[in-house]
Antibody, heavy 120, light 107 residues
Framework: QVQLQESGPGLMKPSETLSLICTVS????????WSWIRQPAGKGLEWIGR???????NYNPSLKSRVTMSVDSSNNQFSLNLSSLTAADTAVYYC??????????????WGQGTLVTVSS | DIQMTQSPSSLSASVGDRVTIICRAS??????LNWYQQKPGKAPKALIY???NLQSGVPSRFSGRGSGTDFTLTISSLQPEDFATYYC?????????FGQGTNLEIK
């Protein structure tokens, strides 16, 4: 059973760059797409983007200019950088695994989520 | 982007009731439609993938149907642990998009 764990700072200032890491255990980052998804308090889910173990990325156009994702296969981790933070970026950030096409490409494994607050 | 619209946004029901949640896509997504359950303070949990396939370990009272643009999630007999928020999500193309959620409350 694969497990995911997000890590990173919980409090950021406006204009700073957020860096989050997702550590994968019980399985390899190889062979899957890995996504970042966020959820402001009391609101719905927003897909930020995804990356493949090869380094191929797809970003949400709404965030594309501020997002960078990368993978560290040797440590079974992948990361999210989100620049030029504003209060609107305050949310719980989740990492998730996307299943294969034969399994509907659903998000079948999720981290527990990490709350990021952007405030001066 | 493909817009996903769920109805209703909230629903009150009793233990034992049969409930259905509707999800509509703004364009044809074939059967690339997934359903998730989220409880307060927890990550979403996958229930149904590819419109009608039950994720491993999910009770058989959950079922999904549909293709193209119209989809449903049905819970045949509500149990106390089913009161939660439910989201649909399309995996046909990027950006991946979610419905706004349906909050299922105890009547």
């Amino acid at each position: 059973q694969v497990q995911l764990q997000e890590s990173g700072p919980g409090l950021m200032k406006p204009s700073e760059t957020l860096s989050l890491i997702c550590t994968v255990s019980g399985g390899s980052v190889s062979g899957y797409y890995w996504s970042w998804i966020r959820q402001p308090a009391g609101k719905g889910l927003e897909w930020i983007g995804r990356l493949y173990a090869s380094g191929t990325t797809n970003y949400n156009p709404s965030l594309k200019s501020r997002v960078t994702m990368s993978v560290d296969s040797s440590n079974n981790q992948f990361s999210l950088n989100l620049s030029s933070l504003t209060a609107a970026d305050t949310a719980v950030y989740y990492c998730a695994r996307e299943a294969t096409a034969t399994e509907g490409r659903c998000f079948d494994s999720w981290g527990q989520g990490t709350l990021v607050t952007v405030s001066s | 982007d493909i817009q996903m619209t769920q109805s209703p946004s909230s629903l009150s029901a009793s233990v034992g009731d049969r409930v259905t949640i509707i999800c509509r896509a703004s364009q044809n997504i074939t059967d690339y439609l997934n359903w998730y359950q989220q409880k307060p303070g927890k990550a979403p949990k996958a229930l149904i993938y590819a419109a009608s396939n039950l994720q491993s370990g999910v009770p058989s009272r959950f079922s999904g149907r549909g293709s193209g643009t119209d989809f449903t999630l049905t819970i045949s007999s509500l149990q106390p642990e089913d009161f939660a928020t439910y989201y649909c999500q399309q995996s046909y193309t990027t950006p991946r998009t979610f419905g706004q959620g349906t909050n299922l409350e105890i009547k």
